[in-house]
């Protein structure tokens, strides 16, 4: 009962934060909409049980991408204000509600089944590798059976990212 | 109500559209960023969703591991793009996405 509390309350508030990204005209109040739309979304998986993947979203998103988006909102604030409208909104708006409209409308025909059901595997593989939800994710994540080889490519491809970023910003 | 899987994933809809529309109608290219961002967040939420629903949880993870590399990616994504519009900020003085048409045939 009381995770249905908060998902509803989760849920709201991260739909109201995003809408106020998207709709609001001054950019930095978006940016801080953003931020709160970041730690709700941390909330709702929590609510999923997926507690190590909330910590990581308040540290990488929260931490890291929040503030490098205000930082570059400082560096490159307009000079003139006033947003021209876009002539795109309006069949933009259309497009976006005939997408959910088709979205809502598969997730809700669909029935989702489980993939596998628990009796079809063998006993050894209901023991989880590790312990708890942190202990699997990294059982699943550093093993050579699992995704060690994504994971090393995911560091080299930060690293190609950081130095890009550092030569784009470079003075010439 | 219970809460279910539907819920998450109309849920996690609603925030990919509302990201979509931002990121098309939106002119500011810092603006168009943080759209983006949104989206990334509305799919991390439906990957989290099926890890919880539909996998087996504890057992089968691939679906938070799956949002570890979008979380990287998406990272890299905001720091090599908010490079870029500093970028473009220094030689045109505007970040206004409609006003950057050098490579526009």
Redesign the interface.
Known sequence: MALNIAFWILAVVTVGAALGVVLIRDIFRAALFLVLCFFTVAGLYVTLQADFLAGVQVLIYVGAVAVLLIFAIMLTREVQRGNPSNPLSIPVLIFALLLLGTMVFTIVKTSWLPVVAVSDLPEESLTPMGSGVIGSLAAVLFTEEGFLLPFEIAAVMLLAAVIGAIVMMREK | ???G???????S??????????A?????A??I???I??ML?AV??AL??C????????????G??F???V??????????G??????I?RSRR???VTQVDLMKW
């Open positions: 109500m219970a809460i899987f539907n819920h998450y994933l109309i849920l809809s609603i925030l990919f559209c509302i990201g979509m529309y931002g098309l109608t939106k002119r500011n810092v603006a960023l943080m759209s961002e949104i967040n991390n939420i989290v969703a890890s919880h629903y539909i996998a087996l949880d504890v057992i089968v993870l691939t938070q591991v949002v570890i590399f979380m990287v990616v998406a990272a890299a994504e905001a720091m090599v908010l490079a870029i519009i500093v970028a900020y505007t970040v206004d």
